[in-house]
């Protein structure tokens, strides 16, 4: 997924942080919708937004193998670790149609936008809001996504009342 979206939104908004958050949306958005994530990475609830636990070891490895290379990018006083692909090419054989349709709609929904607003965005959804710091989102959680704040009154209580229930159950 990591080659999908150098391949297809790699502008100057898609550094590291960007590229966490849009695998984050696809495993949770193809969960939501199809009961199962694309790659089925844990995901922790860090300072700055989900992010999936093996990342590091995964960039490493695409690194030493010549897929990519990282590079510090100083954009609008901020430093961007931005990667760059070197050979690696996204094979779309390696996927369902359902899983490219939801990969196709991740970087539509994300191309233009920045680290802070995707960030943001994540700060809002329920899994990232309901699970204490440094642990591990829960697939299960993504029933109650959905911008808080962003959905009528009633069907808002309905669903808190479900989280609130679910999230006690994990205690």
């Not at 694309?38 to 490895?61: C, F, M, N, Q, S």
């Not at 995707?118 to 029933?143: F, L, Q, S, V």
Request: glycine share 8%; hydrophobic share 40%.
């Amino acid at each position: 997924m990591i080659l999908y979206f150098l391949e297809h939104i790699n502008n100057v908004h898609l550094g590291r942080t960007k590229l966490m958050k849009l695998l984050y949306f696809v495993d949770f958005n193809h969960y939501e919708a199809h009961g199962r994530p694309v790659t089925g990475a844990t995901y922790r609830k860090l300072p700055h937004g989900p992010y999936p636990k093996d990342a590091e070891k995964l960039i490493g490895k695409m690194e030493r193998t010549g897929l990519l290379r990282e590079m510090k990018v100083h954009h609008k006083g901020f430093t961007q670790h931005r990667l760059i692909t070197l050979t690696g090419k996204f094979d779309p054989a390696k996927f369902s149609g359902a899983e490219l349709q939801t990969l196709e709609r991740v970087a539509a929904d994300w191309a233009d936008a920045t680290a802070q607003q995707i960030e943001a965005a994540t700060h809002r959804e329920a899994p990232w809001a309901g699970t204490a710091d440094g642990r591990k989102i829960d697939y299960e959680m993504a029933e109650y996504r959905g911008a808080i704040g962003a959905e009528p009154l009633d069907a808002a209580l309905a669903k808190s009342s479900r989280f609130a229930t679910y999230v006690a159950s994990l205690v």
